[in-house]
C-alpha cells in the first residue's frame, strides 16, 4: 500500500492555459473522488467514479471541468481555458466500495493561475 | 446535500489541555462518520472512521463519538500536544462525503 498518489504537487500557469492532474489511487480501490481546497475551507466535492464509471458530477463543476479514469485505475482532471479563480488545492481520494470504507486522500496538487 | 458544520472554527489551549470539537451533519443517512487532521499545504490524514452502528472509536489519545440521531460527532483530545496543531475535519456520508470548514487547533507548548 504506497498510499494515493498525485501529480504534479504544483503547477503554475497564466490564465487561459489548459492544465491536467493525475492521480493514482491505492490499488484495489474502486472509488476515486476529486476535491477542490481553498484556504481556510474543507474540501469541496466536485466528482466521483465507481471503477472506470464517473458516477456523480457536482454543479458547482464548470464545462472546463472534464475527469476521465479509462480504465479504473489512475484518474485525470483536465482544467481547460483556466481562470484565475480557479486557483486552488485539487484533492483526490479513494476507498474500497464497500459501505464503511474510509477515505484515503493523496497530498494533492496546488494550482496557481497568474 | 449534506451539510456539515463544526464548531469552534479556531481554537488555541495550552499543551495538555483535554478538549474536544464538534461536528454536526444535516442528513442522518450516513453510512459512516470520519475524522481527519489536515497540516498546512497537506493533504488530509484520516483519524478516525466511525461505522454507523457504532457509537465510537478510540485511537491512543483520540476519542470520536457519533450520534446520528441528532446528527453530531465529536472528537475527544486528551492530553494535547504542539504536535497536535493542525486542522481537524469531519466527514460523513453514503456515496459522496461532504466536508465542513473544520477547526484550526494551536496548542501551544
Known amino acids: 500500500d504506497t498510499g494515493v498518489s498525485q501529480d504534479p504537487r504544483h503547477k503554475i500557469t497564466k490564465r487561459g492555459q489548459n492544465v491536467t492532474f493525475r492521480c493514482d489511487p491505492i490499488?484495489?480501490?474502486?472509488?476515486l473522488y476529486w476535491y477542490r481546497q481553498t484556504l481556510g475551507q474543507g474540501p469541496e466535492f466536485l466528482t466521483y467514479?465507481?471503477?472506470?464509471?464517473?458516477?456523480?458530477k457536482s454543479r458547482l463543476l464548470s464545462d472546463r471541468f472534464s475527469a476521465e479514469r479509462p480504465k479504473g485505475s489512475f484518474s485525470t482532471l483536465e482544467i481547460q481555458r483556466t481562470e484565475q479563480g480557479d486557483s486552488a488545492m485539487y484533492l483526490c481520494?479513494?476507498?474500497?466500495?464497500?459501505?464503511?470504507?474510509?477515505?484515503?486522500f493523496g497530498n494533492g496538487t496546488r494550482l496557481t493561475v497568474t | 446535500k449534506q451539510e456539515v458544520t463544526q464548531i469552534p472554527a479556531a481554537l488555541s489551549v495550552p499543551e495538555g489541555e483535554n478538549l474536544v470539537l464538534n461536528c454536526s451533519f444535516t442528513?442522518?443517512?450516513?453510512?459512516?462518520l470520519q475524522w481527519f487532521r489536515q497540516d498546512p499545504g497537506k493533504g488530509l490524514t484520516s483519524l478516525l472512521l466511525?461505522?454507523?452502528?457504532?457509537r465510537e472509536q478510540t485511537s491512543g489519545r483520540l476519542n470520536a463519538s457519533l450520534d446520528k440521531s441528532s446528527g453530531r460527532s465529536t472528537l475527544y483530545i486528551a492530553a494535547s500536544q504542539p504536535g497536535d496543531s493542525a486542522t481537524y475535519l469531519c466527514?460523513?456520508?453514503?456515496?459522496?462525503?461532504?466536508f465542513g470548514s473544520g477547526t484550526k487547533l494551536n496548542v501551544k507548548p
Open positions: 481520494a479513494s476507498s474500497e466500495t464497500g459501505s464503511h470504507s474510509p477515505l484515503h
Open positions: 490499488s484495489e480501490h474502486n472509488r
Open positions: 467514479f465507481q471503477n472506470e464509471a464517473q458516477l456523480e
Open positions: 442528513d442522518s443517512a450516513i453510512y459512516n
Open positions: 466511525i461505522q454507523s452502528s457504532q
Open positions: 466527514t460523513g456520508g453514503f456515496n459522496k462525503f461532504y
